[in-house]
C-alpha cells in the first residue's frame, strides 16, 4: 500500500485473474496510484481495513464472491463511504442493477479500456480528494448536512451513506424545493460521460430513501419528470 505521505491514492483492487490485476495494476501506477491487489473477498476486506481510498471488486471470487464483499464494505462504519467500482464480466442489466443495489458506486464490465477505468478511478477519487469545496453544509429542522466531510444526519443520527448515495442526496439538498430530472441528476453525480443508466439514478434514490428512514419522506418523486428535496418546516426560508 501507499505510504500515507506520499500523497498517493489507495486502491484496493480484489481479483482473482493474475493477467488482469496485472494489466489493471500497471495502468493505475501510471495514472500516480498505489495499487493493492487481494485474490479473494476475504483478503480483499483485511486489505480495505486496513485503508484505502478506493476499492475495485471482481465478483466472480473464489469463497466470498464480490456482492457479499460490496455487503460487507457498506456494512461498517469505517469503510461505508469508500467509493466502490465493480469491475465484472456480468454484463446482464440485473447484474448491473444489482450490483448498484448492493452499494456499489459504478459498475464496468469486462472487457473494458484501461485508460476508461483509470479515468473512472479518478473520478471517484476527486469526489473524496482533497481538492473538494471549501467547508459548506445544509441544515434545517432534521438534517444536518457536512458537505466537504461526507457526514450527513437525521435528528442527530448518522446516516450510513456511500459516496455516490451521499453526491446525490447532496445534489437534492442544494436544490431543496425544485425537481431535478433524472437526466439532470445523472449529469450531475454519475458525470456527462459515464456509462450509467436512467435506471441507476432510481436504484440509488431507492438506497437513499431506504437509509433515510422516517426522513424519506423528504425525498419527493415527481410523476413523469424526476425527484425533489423538501424541507422539515421548520427550516429557514
Known amino acids: 500500500m501507499a505510504n500515507p ?38 483478503e480483499g476486506l483485511h486489505a480495505v481495513r486496513a485503508g ?12 466470498m464472491d464480490g456482492l457479499e464483499v460490496c ?35 459504478d459498475y464496468v464490465v469486462k472487457p473494458f479500456s484501461l485508460k476508461e477505468l ?12 482533497p481538492e473538494a469545496e471549501p467547508a459548506q453544509g445544509y441544515r ?23 459516496a455516490k448515495e451521499f453526491d446525490l442526496f447532496r445534489a437534492l439538498v442544494e436544490s431543496a424545493g425544485r425537481v431535478l430530472t433524472r437526466e439532470r441528476l445523472l449529469d450531475r453525480v454519475w458525470g456527462h460521460d459515464a456509462d450509467v443508466d436512467l435506471r ?14 422516517a426522513g424519506r419522506r423528504h425525498v419527493e418523486t415527481v410523476v413523469g419528470l424526476g425527484y425533489r428535496f423538501v424541507k422539515d418546516s421548520s427550516a429557514p426560508a
Open 200 to 213: 441507476s439514478v432510481d436504484a440509488h434514490v431507492r438506497r437513499l430513501r431506504a437509509k433515510l428512514g
Open 140 to 162: 434545517d429542522g432534521s438534517f444536518e448536512v457536512e458537505f466537504d466531510a461526507y457526514v450527513a444526519r437525521y435528528r442527530g443520527v448518522d446516516l450510513r451513506l456511500t
Open 5 to 42: 505521505g506520499s500523497g498517493r491514492r489507495r486502491v484496493v483492487l480484489i481479483e482473482d485473474e493474475p493477467d488482469i490485476a496485472e494489466a489493471i495494476s500497471y495502468q493505475l501506477h501510471k495514472a500516480g496510484m498505489e495499487v493493492r491487489v487481494a485474490r479473494t473477498g476475504e
Open 71 to 105: 455487503r460487507m464494505i457498506r456494512r461498517q462504519a469505517t469503510t461505508a463511504h469508500l467509493p466502490i467500482i465493480i469491475v465484472s464480466a456480468r454484463a446482464d442489466e440485473v447484474d448491473r442493477v444489482l450490483g448498484l443495489e448492493m452499494g456499489a458506486d
Open 52 to 63: 484505502a481510498d478506493l476499492v475495485l471488486l471482481d465478483l466472480n471470487l473464489p469463497g
Open 118 to 129: 483509470a479515468a473512472r478511478c479518478r473520478v471517484a477519487l476527486r469526489r473524496r480528494g
